[in-house]
Structure formats: structure tokens, C-alpha cells
């Protein structure tokens, strides 16, 4: 978590405000963090892929506001910014990337699989809709132990057209489970536009209604509105009223992947979406409302230097030593098939 | 005082004595609860353990094994059943690409207690889609471990076993053993995985068997007897951890070895130890490493061919006198 130490403001901050605060904190560590990677990326220091969550902050952020500690958080490869707004320290999420001995999984997991379950951080998983099955799982073990905790499930459009997402919510309202699915709907699954090939407008919304559920939209961009809705889901999961699935309408500033340089998006769709920026559109909010701009440039600055400070502790890190390559496979820590 | 119980009810006192002892255990699946299971291998669970831990789930493979992965990482001790081990292709993502690897990938932070059940192999008439022997699927997947019992005793104590071992494991109950009989102790019962039975000692060559295909190599091993051939017979139990020891220091002695395998013939998993036998025991040999499979075939449906074509207590006798030779 930032330790960001806001300066003394001239009058005391209501609670919205302070909790807007944290939202732009959120959604700028997660921009400035993820113009790192790309920049990390094209200088060969992140290799394999990376997928990005540029335009799409306000999500994570707004969902990371509302949930408890304890909770769970399940996402998907495109999840560096579900794992740091969980807290998840930035130095561990970059030396991942970079494939260091330092990163949250040792270098074994990778940009698609940060993990992070102290901080609630339950796994991102790279196989569409993987994930929802599991987060379902972790709701069940919740309902069974009492102990109130929510799983939130983020997942992007794609995934509303493969079974398990269909499975997932039928059990989950059958068994009355604790758990938030958000479809993070940024019109495109890979390089093929959602709407081209579903049958529905709104891919995970108006699929709400076949499992008993009220159809959600929240604009995406928006994190106040992405809290409000967040709060309610998560609050009606944890008081046993059941999950909720919400789509979120969001769009990617880049392509899929780092290999994917998005043209298939045509010019006047990319412009409208980048004048509703969630990081430029949020502060003229806060700005708009009164907030002093030093608390903003604050917040900013520090968001920049803990992303300096993370690449330079993951690029000093080593890489996992090679016998790091057997160890873990079974809860022994070994790899031994044999006896 | 010793019982004489199926294997069918050996899979429902196994369950029952682990729910019994860890509330953490739950067990999921397709008509496990109030039906008792399509084989009735789980019938009076739901009476004795009620419907919060013995669930009955829809037909959602992927469901059923999302639930349980997500349940163990967070505290539970979930049993799953996937009614027939054709089923695990539907959720194969599950089975093979989460399950197994989500220890490793994030570096130890998240356990997965759980068991997969499923009722594997041939013998029933059900045709090539409900008569698969997969053991061998599972078996290829780094991070799991794979279980298949030939008897009831076996049933509880290695099913107990794979509830208490803190990795994920898959457990093949043969469903043509589902009505056999076997004797079984007083009191709780928990084998060891990953310890081979050796069921029988000889001294001319040994047989390595599993799950159904053990009932056939000690009637074969007892047939060859009367021909004058000694035949040792391990029933390898678990696929993985494998005992690599028994059956290395078993062909050191007998110097022969035959596998019998009800999966198909490719990449089957008697390659797997004639491969490490040929590599340990190679100096040892004086006969060729033989395996007796299934042919390479989807199994048919039909009584005549089915017989036929699984591995019988007469091709196992011929193979070992073709070793011998």
C-alpha cells in the first residue's frame, strides 16, 4: 500500500472525500505502474506477454476500495491491477514481471499468474473462465465456515461466452454463494469485437436474468460509481443475499496483449474513449469538487516514485536460482514423483 | 473382528469415516446425496452428514471442480466425484491445467487438500465413451497424484489417505470391482500413497498390476503356477508417488517383468515402468519387458468384444510363458 501522507488540507476531508483520494490514488498507482510495464516491456526486460489494464483502473480500484481484508480477489491474466489494489507491495508485482527471484511467485507464476493470498490476492488465471468455478469455491468455503468473507471475480467479455461462465452462475445462485462476478466488458475479447459474435447486446448483463439475477451496468470508468456498485454487491454477498454479476463498460487504451498493437479499433472509437480517460476524467472530478490540487500532484508524484523504486529493487533482484525450478510442486516443497 | 464388505460400500464407510473425523471434509457431485451415487457407492452419506456437507450439484463438471479447487485453498478438505472418468475431459482444464499447477505457479502459497472420485475403466457394456481406463491421462500431469484400489480394504485406506494428504489427488475406483468383496478390518482404516502391495512372491518373472487388472494377474499368477512357473504379483496401487523401489528390487530378483494395463496401449502407464525398469534394472534381464494392454482401440460396446479385448487372465498367462521362453 502507497504510504503516500497526504499534506494537512485547509479544512478536515469528509469521508467521500478521503475515499475519493484513495481512489485516485488507486487508479494512478495502477496507470503509472502499468506504463511502466509496457516501457519495461519494450526494453526487453518483461518478456513472454503482458497484459495491460491501461483505461480499465478504475475497476480494480473501485472494487479494491470496497472489499474487506479478508476477502478474495480472483482475476485473470490481465490482473496487475486486481493484485495491487489489493495492497499487494509493487516491488514483488514487478520483480514477477521481470521474472525475479523477488516477484510474488518467485518467478514461477509470470505476468498472467500474480498471486498474492495475504494480501486476498487468490490467483490470476490465464484460461478464460477458469477462474469463476474457483472463485465460487472459495465463496462455498466461506459460506460453510461462517466467517462473512466475499469473493469478487473479474473477467473480461470473452469469457461470457464459454461454459464455465454459464456453470459458475447457475451454482453460485443455486447455492446462494457470497460471490461479486464483474465482467470488465471493453468491447473486445481478443482482436474480435464481443458484439460480433454474441447473441446479446450486453454479454454478461442481459445473461443475468437466466440465473435469477438483476441485470447490473455500471460505467467502468467511473470509480465512484464503480464503488457505489461494488459496496452493494459486496454487502448483499457477505449479509447472504446472494451473488451479483455486474458489467462493467470499460475499453483497453492498447491491444489485447504487447503483441497486439490494436488497429482493428477504429480511430473514432479509440478518441472517444480516450477523452473519457478514467485517471484525466477522475481528477477534473476531484478538481471540479473542490479538492486542492497539491493533494492531487501528491498523490502523482508518489505514485511515480513508488514505481521508480519497484523497477530499480526488481531489476536489481537475481533471477530464481535453477533449483527453484523443484521445489513446490507438492506441499512437501519438492517435486519427487518416485519412491 | 473382520468384515466381508464390497467395494461399492467400501467407498461410502471410506468417506463416512473421513467426514466423520474432519469437519473440513465435503463431499460434492451428481446424484451423490439423496440418490446415493448412480453406482450407489455413496448411498446413506447424506443421512448420516446432511446436505451442507454432502451435496448433491448439477451436471457441471467444470462447477464441481471449480468449487472444490476454490474451497481447498481456502480451508476446506472437499472430495469431488465426477461420475465416470470419461467426464474428467469435460473439465480437463480443471483436472490439468489448474489444479495440478496452481501450487507451483504461485510458489507454495496456496494448498490444494482435495480428491477428485471418479469411476474409471471397462467391463460394464457402457461402450467407448463410459468405459475408459484415464488413469494414465492423470498420470502425466506434474502435481497430481493418481490412486486406483483393487480391493475394499485398499478403497477406504487409500481413500483416506488422499483425504488427509495435503495435495490434490485423483482417485480411480474401477467400476467393474464396484460389486467384488474383500475383507476388511474393524476401526479406521489409512494406507500410505505411494507404497506398493506385493500380493504374491515368486521367483521367475513379476507381473505389475492395477486396480481391476489385479484380480487377473494373481489368477493368471496362480494358473501359471500349475504350469510350473513362480510368479511374483505387485499390485502397484498408487500411479503417483509411484514405488519405483518395489518393482526395482522385485525384477532384480525374478529378472522378467510383465505389466497389465486395462488402458490403452499408447503411452499407457506400464511404458512408464518398463522405461524406468529398462533403465535400473537393465544389467538385471533375462527376458523381454512385456505389457499386456488393452489394444490401441476405443473399447467397444458389445459383451463379446469387450471380454475379448481387455486384458484376461489368459493373455497374461501367455505373455509370461512367451518371457520365459
Redesign the interface.
Known amino acids: 500500500m502507497s504510504t503516500t501522507q497526504i499534506p494537512e488540507p485547509t479544512r478536515e476531508l469528509s469521508a467521500q472525500e478521503q475515499r475519493q483520494l484513495d481512489l485516485y490514488r488507486q487508479v494512478v498507482r495502477i496507470r503509472r505502474f502499468e506504463e511502466r510495464a509496457y516501457r519495461l516491456f519494450m526494453e526487453g526486460l518483461v518478456k513472454g506477454t503482458s497484459h495491460l489494464s491501461l483505461g480499465m483502473e478504475a475497476i480494480a480500484a473501485g472494487f479494491g476500495e470496497a472489499m474487506r481484508a479478508d476477502d478474495y480477489t480472483f482475476c485473470t491474466y490481465r490482473g496487475h491491477a486486481h493484485t495491487l489494489a489489493r495492497g499487494t507491495p509493487m516491488e514483488g508485482v514487478m520483480g514477477e514481471l521481470l521474472g525475479r527471484a523477488s516477484g510474488v511467485c518467485g518467478g514461477k507464476g509470470g505476468s498472467m499468474h500474480l498471486t498474492s493470498v495475504e494480501h486476498g490476492a487468490m490467483g490470476s488465471y490465464a484460461i478464460i473462465g477458469a477462474h469463476l468455478p474457483i472463485a465460487n469455491g472459495a465463496a462455498w468455503s466461506a459460506q460453510v465456515r461462517g466467517s462473512g468473507q466475499v469473493a469478487v471475480c473479474f473477467f473480461g467479455d470473452g469469457t461470457t461466452n464459454i461454459g464455465a461462465f454459464h456453470e459458475a452462475l447457475n451454482l453460485a445462485k443455486v447455492w446462494n454463494l457470497p460471490v461479486v462476478f464483474v465482467c470488465e466488458n471493453n468491447l473486445y475479447m481478443e482482436y474480435t469485437a464481443i458484439g460480433d459474435v454474441t447473441a446479446v447486446e450486453h454479454p454478461a448483463a442481459d445473461r443475468a436474468s437466466a440465473y435469477g439475477l438483476e441485470s447490473i451496468i455500471v460505467d467502468g470508468n467511473d470509480p465512484d460509481a464503480v464503488y457505489e456498485v461494488a459496496a452493494t454487491a459486496i454487502e448483499r454477498a457477505r449479509s447472504g443475499g446472494g451473488p451479483s454479476l455486474i458489467e462493467a463498460k470499460t475499453y483497453r487504451h492498447g491491444g489485447h496483449s504487447r503483441a497486439d498493437p490494436g488497429t482493428y479499433r477504429p480511430d473514432d472509437e479509440v478518441a472517444r474513449w480516450l477523452a473519457r480517460d478514467p485517471v484525466v476524467t477522475y481528477r477534473q472530478r476531484l478538481l471540479d469538487g473542490g479538492v486542492q490540487p497539491a493533494l492531487l500532484e501528491e498523490i502523482e508524484d508518489r505514485a511515480q516514485a513508488d514505481v521508480d523504486a519497484a523497477t530499480e529493487v526488481a531489476r536489481a533482484a537475481p533471477p530464481p536460482q535453477l533449483q527453484a525450478a523443484y521445489t513446490n510442486v507438492w506441499a512437501d516443497g519438492g517435486s519427487s514423483w518416485r519412491k | 473382528m473382520a468384515e466381508v464388505i464390497t467395494y461399492r460400500d467400501a467407498v461410502a464407510r471410506g468417506l463416512a469415516q473421513e467426514l466423520r473425523r474432519d469437519p473440513t471434509v ?1 463431499f460434492i457431485g451428481e446424484d451423490v446425496a439423496a440418490a446415493g451415487g448412480v453406482f450407489k457407492a455413496t448411498k446413506g452419506l447424506l443421512e448420516e452428514f446432511g446436505p ?1 456437507r454432502v451435496r448433491d ?2 451436471i ?1 463438471e ?15 478438505r ?1 472430495v469431488a466425484e465426477i461420475m465416470f472418468s470419461d467426464f474428467l475431459a469435460t473439465c480437463w ?2 483436472v490439468a ?2 489444479i495440478p499447477k ?10 490444494l ?1 482435495l480428491v477428485i472420485r471418479t469411476a474409471n475403466g471397462g467391463g460394464l457394456r457402457f461402450g467407448a465413451q463410459h468405459s475408459q481406463a484415464v488413469e494414465n491421462w492423470a498420470m502425466s500431469i ?2 497430481l497424484k493418481v490412486v486406483a484400489p483393487s480391493n475394499p480394504r485398499d478403497v477406504i485406506g487409500l481413500l483416506a489417505a488422499a483425504i488427509r ?3 490434490p489427488v485423483v482417485f480411480f475406483e474401477q467400476k467393474s470391482l464396484y460389486p467384488t468383496k474383500g475383507e476388511v478390518p474393524d476401526g479406521e482404516i489409512v494406507e500410505e500413497l ?2 506398493a502391495s506385493t500380493l504374491r512372491s515368486g521367483r521367475d518373472l513379476t507381473i505389475v498390476a492395477l486396480a481391476s487388472m489385479v484380480p487377473r494377474a494373481v489368477a493368471a499368477a496362480e494358473e501359471l503356477d500349475t504350469l510350473g512357473i513362480s510368479a511374483e504379483v505387485i499390485d502397484l496401487r498408487t500411479l ?6 518395489t518393482v526395482v528390487e522385485s525384477v532384480k530378483r525374478t529378472s522378467r517383468l510383465i505389466t497389465v494395463e486395462e488402458n490403452p496401449r499408447l503411452c499407457g502407464w506400464g511404458a512408464e515402468i518398463v522405461s524406468i525398469v529398462g533403465e535400473e534394472c537393465f544389467w538385471h534381464l533375462d527376458g523381454p519387458l512385456t505389457r499386456v494392454t488393452t489394444p490401441h482401440i476405443p473399447l467397444p460396446s458389445a459383451d463379446a468384444l469387450e471380454d475379448e479385448f481387455l486384458p484376461s487372465v489368459s493373455r497374461i498367462v501367455e505373455a509370461a510363458q512367451k518371457v520365459l521362453l
Not at chain 2, 467444470?62 to 476446506?76: K, P, Q, S
Not at chain 2, 496452481?102 to 494448498?111: E, F, K, L, N, V
Not at chain 2, 503417483?240 to 523401489?245: G, I, N, S
Open positions: 465435503h451442507e450439484t448439477p457441471s467444470e462447477a464441481i471442480l471449480g468449487a472444490a479447487m476454490g474451497a481447498a485453498m481456502t480451508g476446506l472437499p482444464d480443471l491445467v489448474e496452481t501450487r507451483y505457479m504461485t510458489d507454495g502459497q496456496i494448498s487438500p506434474p502435481g494428504d495435503p495435495d505411494g507404497v503417483v508417488p509411484l514405488d519405483v523401489t
